[in-house]
């Protein structure tokens, strides 16, 4: 055993550092067991899994979201851009058209399964150990952001989510609340929600050049409208680093009248800032 394994070996015996922090192995030895506690974890759960896809699309727009794959900022590694774009592509043909009838749940994981060379999925940027590094199907939580997006905007209810820094890469053009955050790793780290309505809903998504399209739709048309407010948007520097701070809402409206019914907190955003924190536009940044 080398010494700076051995050191670490230490580390974890006087319980400074977690198992999965010894070593690239234990690491690996970590995730199994942890993908193995989620598989077992299904097989005894009760809920019932969105698996039905139809090609006829349901004829109400609930929500749409259109969003370029391709992040052309500073700093930013335009080939793990372009294998991202590739991983979206292969990942959102696996629940194009899924239905999701009353009572069912969406499973990100469950639709995409592993991200494997094999499969065809290329390396893009993944988050590990607080970085950003290049690894297998990189780039999915862009896609698991567009999901989450589209359910905001509706009666569904989310029953998983992970949260990742929302300051990845700067902004491009004005500010959108939730353009990033949600975290996705297989296959314990999902993205799910669940129709609790009494009609179908489906998931569309196609991919266009460097565009990717999503749209989520149903039977009837739904009374409420959803908006996403951002509240207190800023930047500010805590002892050695910088973080993205502000309050995120859903607010749901009544069509008929346009009335607000409900205001609901959707994250208290603390994002450390993972790009170049000169890029930060001064008249965010706060002492």
């Known amino acids: 055993m080398n010494k700076k394994l051995s050191d670490q070996v230490k580390k974890y ?23 193995a506690k989620r598989a077992i974890k ?16 349901l004829p109400c727009l609930v929500a749409e979201h259109v969003s370029c794959m391709i992040r052309k900022a500073p700093g930013i ?11 979206i592509d292969l990942a959102g043909k696996t629940f194009d058209h899924l239905m999701i009838h009353p009572g069912e749940t969406f499973s990100f994981w469950k639709n995409v399964g592993p991200t494997t060379p094999k499969r065809g999925y290329k390396d893009g940027r993944v988050i590990k150990d607080g970085k950003l590094i290049p690894g297998s199907g990189g780039g999915l939580c862009n896609l698991a952001n567009t999901l989450h997006l589209l359910v905001l905007e509706s009666p569904l209810t989310v029953t998983e ?8 890469a700067p902004d491009e053009g004005p500010r959108v609340p939730f353009s990033s ?32 399209y ?25 002892k050695d680093k910088y973080y993205r701070i502000s309050k995120i809402y859903r607010e749901t409206y009544d069509k ?32």
């Open 42 to 57: 299904d097989l005894r759960s009760k809920e019932k899994y969105a698996k039905e896809k139809k090609q006829e699309t």
């Open 77 to 87: 590694d335009i080939t793990l851009q372009q294998n991202k774009a590739v991983n």
């Open 13 to 35: 015996m006087r319980k400074e550092i977690l198992f999965c922090e010894i070593s690239p192995l234990t690491y690996e030895i970590s995730l199994k067991k942890e993908v």
């Open 214 to 238: 999503a749209q989520l739709r149903c039977e009837h048309e739904i009374p409420y409208y959803y908006k996403l407010v951002e509240e207190d948007h800023h930047f500010a520097k805590e």
């Open 181 to 212: 955050g949600t975290s996705v790793g297989y296959n314990n780290v999902d993205f799910r929600f669940v129709n609790d309505t009494d009609q179908d809903f489906q998931l569309l998504s196609w991919c266009e050049g460097e565009m990717h």
């Open 161 to 168: 989510l992970h949260f990742h820094s929302d300051a990845l």
């Open 256 to 287: 008929a009248n346009g009335t607000l019914v409900k205001k609901e907190l959707i994250r208290d955003n603390h994002s450390e800032v993972m790009f170049d924190p000169s890029l930060i536009p001064p008249s965010l940044l706060r002492q």
